[in-house]
């Protein structure tokens, strides 16, 4: 018993060093280990490819011409991460044509933070009506009501990942009093949240076209430049995007790995890593971005 005992405490010392020369901190529970950045509506329309169809088939949902059952039309963006839902969200968001369609035009990224006093405040802001930071919940919902009455408005929630059915008609309540024919796009890769939150059948986005996810790749790695210009390059670089499975994520990411490592064999050791050979469990952890991970430097790991 005593060998064993010293064998354990030696493996927790051995930890408590290792702990120490990474630089790791304890955290507790609640806290969040880092904060992820929300997405905004701008987007650099020169890097999308493979989204013009898609973007004419929402705006036909959002053109007043198509008129809804309901006053307030619910439409849900659903597909796996990766895929490119915000993008084709913000295509949308900055189409000229919305601003012609609608009074106000709101944009909110949820993330998994879902939060009604932060949503009703930033689409307040966003329609540019002032908070003050002394107003409750109750306050700001009913100045959301006053600002969105008999107005018809385009609101995008960006990233939704809340399953609550009592916390979605929490927020939606200041929503009801737009005047008909308002929308409001959902972007989730959950398709329970798209059911909970929906009134309009969801648009299913799918993967790029294998010609779209190569010229977004090639944009990527080769720094802007003919991807002909870079021969021995070149055919790898179209095997990895064959593993990309048309996921743009996978191809911007992985892109800008071969950019940084302009080197055939380190090329080839990315296309015949082993990391391709992990399935996509339930948190969609992409093969591609796990294989990006694992060439950062330590200190960034």
């Not at 915000?86 to 909110?108: E, G, H, M, S």
């Not at 929308?183 to 929906?198: G, L, P, Q």
């Amino acid at each position: 018993m005593q060998s064993k005992l010293e064998e354990i405490l030696g493996t927790l010392d051995n930890l408590l060093n290792q702990k120490q020369i990474l630089g790791l901190k304890e955290s507790y529970e609640g806290e969040k280990a880092f904060q992820i950045t929300p997405a905004t509506s701008l987007v650099d329309e020169s890097d999308v490819y493979g989204r013009d169809d898609e973007k004419e088939e929402i705006l036909k949902l959002l053109d007043p011409q198509n008129l809804s059952e309901n006053q307030i039309a619910v439409i849900p963006i659903v597909g796996m991460g990766g895929l490119g839902k915000t993008t084709l969200a913000q295509l949308i968001y900055n189409d000229p044509i919305t601003d012609k369609w609608f009074d106000r035009k709101a944009w909110v990224c949820i993330s998994e933070e879902f939060d009604a006093f932060k949503v009703a405040k930033t689409i307040l802001e966003e329609i540019k009506c002032s908070c003050d930071g002394n107003q409750n919940l109750n306050q700001l919902q009913l100045k959301l009501k006053e600002q969105l009455s008999g107005k018809k408005y385009l609101i995008f929630l960006d990233d939704v990942w809340n399953k609550n059915y009592f916390h979605w008609k929490e927020l939606a309540s200041p929503f009801t009093f737009g005047a008909k024919n308002s929308k409001i796009i959902v972007t989730t890769r959950d398709e329970n949240v798209a059911v909970i939150m929906r009134n309009a059948p969801t648009y299913r986005l799918d993967v790029l076209l294998d010609d779209d996810c190569w010229k977004l790749f090639a944009k990527h790695a080769f720094d802007g430049s003919s991807p002909t210009k870079h021969p021995d390059l070149m055919a790898i670089g179209e095997a990895i995007v064959e593993r990309c499975g048309g996921l743009p994520l996978a191809a911007k990411v992985l892109g800008g790995l071969l950019r940084c490592k302009p080197d055939a064999d380190e090329c080839n050791k990315i296309l015949h890593s082993n990391f391709w050979d992990i399935p996509n469990d339930a948190t969609n952890i992409l093969p591609a971005l796990t294989l990006s991970y694992h060439y950062l430097p330590s200190h960034l790991k």
